[in-house]
């Protein structure tokens, strides 16, 4: 669900990097299934365990570490070994082979910094103050305004009517 306060900040350098982070996510994504293609034929990323058993059967030696060396598979499979818990297939659209903007549109949310609630509804009477302010003949005349406590404010008159009458 996307907040609608005010926007206070937006922090670019962490969202970069984890964009970089999500595009080394496909990217590896992409290197898992050539990987999987070299051994398999096929570019389906499936388990390790389906991997093994399908090195062994194409062997025909049950040890699969020696079954790749046998076979030559040592790089891909190694780089798949390393790799296959560390892709996110969650952020990724398949189909398109690109980031999800959904995960990207999550990103931008996460290092947006927003008023909060509070904030928010005090920046609304700020702003409606700001834009009555603008309004005033005399600039002057702010001056008029007191207050004792920080909580309630009042307009000393007879101030505003000298101002008024220099003017």
Same mark, same amino acid.
């Given at each position: ?20 982070? @999500? ?36 062997s ?10 046998? @076979? ?34 999550? @990103? ?41 406590d ?9 101030? @505003? ?7």
């Open positions: 669900m996307k907040k609608e306060n005010t926007i206070v900040s937006f922090n670019d350098a962490s969202f970069e990097a984890e964009i970089k982070n @999500l595009n080394d996510n496909l990217e590896r994504y992409f290197q898992l299934e050539k990987s999987f293609e070299k051994i398999t034929g096929s570019g389906e990323i499936k388990t390790i365990e389906y991997l093994n058993t399908f090195i062994t059967s194409l025909g030696f049950p040890n699969v570490e020696a079954s790749v060396k046998l @076979l030559d598979f040592e790089i891909p499979y190694n780089f798949i070994q390393n790799n296959i818990n560390n892709v996110d297939v969650s952020k990724i659209d398949l189909v398109s082979r690109i980031v999800l903007k959904q995960a990207i549109e999550e @990103l931008k949310e996460q290092f947006t910094y927003r008023l909060t609630d509070k904030a928010q509804a005090d920046y609304v009477i700020l702003k409606k103050i700001a834009d009555l302010y603008g309004k005033l003949s005399n600039i002057q005349v702010l001056n008029t305004i007191n207050s004792f920080y909580s309630n404010y009042n307009i000393d008159v007879f101030a @505003l009517n000298s101002i008024s009458q220099l003017n």
